[in-house]
């Protein structure tokens, strides 16, 4: 079964653009988390949806938001880009937040901000 | 304040022998922990999870360790082969924090024929 697909897999940015990233979960699977990867900070959390609510949020600017639509499939934003933003964007779905099974992460995509 | 700590950078051993990665957590809260794999360009791959009322995990060649009352878990790959070498991320959750993974900062497994 196709696994997670995550759109467009690398974006150049200048500063103070906007961005949008998408993320297809595995089909049936309802959760759709964000999580940002840098050399200094590793893996942050960004937020986590789940049948079109935000149900979670990590410590991030209100510069980044997102959303999900009713077919699972989720956004990510961020407007006004920092250099700092540089960065590869992961998307992971899950059926229910069920640890057992983890959470399948798509390739990400990853932005440069110059 | 970094709540789940890799304190290896990297990791060398030979094929056929054994890997353990460990992992160190602070939170209390944290009640469920996960193993993932990645390559460079890719996303990480879900190894192997462990639930707080255990102790022990195993799935193949992946075993996974938790002392509580230490606030450690290891995983063990035995034997080890070229193919797992990647970096090596232990990820730990708590209640209801619904999709949020706190993740170490890896560990570079290199593993020479």
């Known amino acids: 079964k196709a696994g997670v697909t995550q759109t467009p897999r690398y974006l150049i940015k200048t500063r103070g653009q906007q961005v949008t990233l998408s993320c297809s979960p595995i089909s049936g699977h309802r959760s759709v988390s964000w999580y940002q990867q840098t050399p200094g900070q590793g893996l942050q959390f960004l937020f986590e949806y789940f049948s079109e609510t935000q149900r979670n949020k990590g410590n991030f600017p209100g510069r980044f938001s997102g959303r999900q639509f009713s077919n699972s499939r989720s956004e990510m934003n961020v407007s006004t880009l920092e250099l700092g933003d540089s960065a590869l964007y992961l998307c992971?779905?899950?059926?229910?937040?069920?640890?057992?099974?983890?959470?399948?992460f798509g390739s990400g995509t990853r932005l440069t901000v110059v | 304040d970094q709540q789940v700590k890799q304190n290896s950078p990297s990791l060398s051993v030979q094929e056929g022998r054994i890997s353990i990665l460990n992992c160190d957590y602070t939170n209390s809260m944290f009640d469920y922990f996960l193993w993932y794999k990645k390559y460079p360009a890719e996303g990480p791959t879900f190894l192997i999870s462990?639930?707080?009322?255990?102790d022990k995990n195993e799935d193949g060649r992946f075993t996974v360790f938790l002392n509580k009352s230490a606030k450690h878990l290891s995983l063990h790959i035995v034997p080890s082969q070229p193919g797992d070498s990647a970096v090596y991320f232990c990820?730990?959750?708590?209640?209801?924090?619904?999709?949020?993974?706190?993740f170490g900062q890896g560990t570079i497994l290199t593993v020479h024929p």
């Open positions: 990820a730990a959750a708590g209640g209801t924090s619904y999709g949020k993974l706190t």
């Open positions: 462990i639930s707080s009322i255990k």
């Open positions: 992971a779905s899950s059926l229910e937040a069920n640890f057992d099974y983890g959470y399948t």
